[in-house]
């Protein structure tokens, strides 16, 4: 289970478990009520089923109806609820029935948060309902930064090392070439997190930056190895130290770090929307960059 919502006053939860079904359990007097809500494969449809004491019904919501509306942002009540419906009972009480609706319109909002109809059109991986990671770093200018620093602006996490030779320049250039596309998203803003906070000096990053002519919005964060190790954690990386002997023994000894470096967009609100990993195409970044900034 990967996601859990509590309703105090009714006592209501609900669980998202990997498969993409939504179980809610409303526990009232002892009663364990277990409806449950499923996407349909074909359909991009939720359907919502109801099953306690011999009464039974069964309902179908298709998010599309709601043209994208944001769940972070507006409240959905009842009267909003542009739902199909379909039902049938063995029991005619309509107060069991009200009861399911109010279940409905508590978890829609979190639903529609997990089915937006514009995630088919990425070219990345949309994200359904990751949270990022909280964290306070320094750049190269030993400024901090947080993950609420650029909140209300669409922005860009990747993960390099300034002594990187291989993988690093690739993913350093595809951003460029994406964001130098158009005046539009030119001065997004750009984190790039250390995956080598030994190695990654002010001096080290300072020089990172001035090798590929990176403006301002670029800003190369570095912190204590731990909090490092918790963001890369919550954007599943793992880097680890790779030594590598030199041919010259007058150069010494040489390290690199394997890792990969996804680029994640980052909506205004603070949660990463889509995920691109490598290699990373310069005009398929640019069009995500441009719907998430639209949304």
């Not at 009267?79 to 009972?89: T, V």
């Not at 023994?249 to 890792?259: A, E, L, P």
Request: aromatic share 10%.
């Amino acid at each position: 289970m990967s996601r859990i919502l509590q309703n105090g006053s009714c006592n209501e939860q609900s669980y998202l478990s990997s498969s993409g079904t939504l179980s809610l359990f409303r526990h009232d007097s002892g009663i364990c009520h277990n409806p449950w809500l499923h996407l349909l494969s074909n359909t991009s449809q939720y359907q919502f089923r109801y099953d306690r004491s011999y009464r039974y019904w069964g309902i179908t919501i298709d998010p599309h109806s709601f043209g994208g509306l944001s769940s972070r942002k507006k409240d959905i009540s009842i009267k909003a609820l542009l739902l199909r419906a379909r039902y049938s009972h063995r029991n005619n009480k309509s107060l069991h029935f009200l009861t399911l609706l109010l279940v409905v319109a508590f978890s829609l909002t979190y639903l529609l948060g997990c089915s937006s109809p514009n995630n088919s059109e990425l070219y990345g991986t949309a994200l359904n309902n990751h949270d990022g990671s909280r964290f306070s770093l320094f750049d190269e200018n030993d400024l901090e930064v947080t993950d609420r620093t650029h909140l209300g602006q669409v922005h860009l996490i990747t993960f390099l090392f300034a002594n990187c030779s291989s993988l690093c320049p690739l993913v350093t250039s595809s951003i460029k070439q994406s964001l130098e596309r158009s005046e539009d998203i030119r001065n997004t803003p750009v984190l790039v997190i250390s995956v080598d906070p030994k190695g990654d000096t002010v001096e080290s990053r300072i020089a990172f930056k001035n090798r590929w002519e990176l403006s301002s919005t670029w800003r190369y964060l570095n912190g204590n190895e731990k909090e490092l190790e918790s963001i890369w954690k919550n954007f599943y990386l793992n880097p680890q130290e790779s030594a590598i002997e030199s041919l010259n023994s007058q150069m010494g000894r040489k390290y690199d770090i394997v890792h990969s470096s996804p680029v994640y967009i980052v909506d205004d609100e603070g949660r990463p929307a889509v995920v691109h990993t490598n290699p990373i195409n310069p005009d398929h970044l640019y069009e995500d960059l441009i719907r998430i900034s639209k949304r």
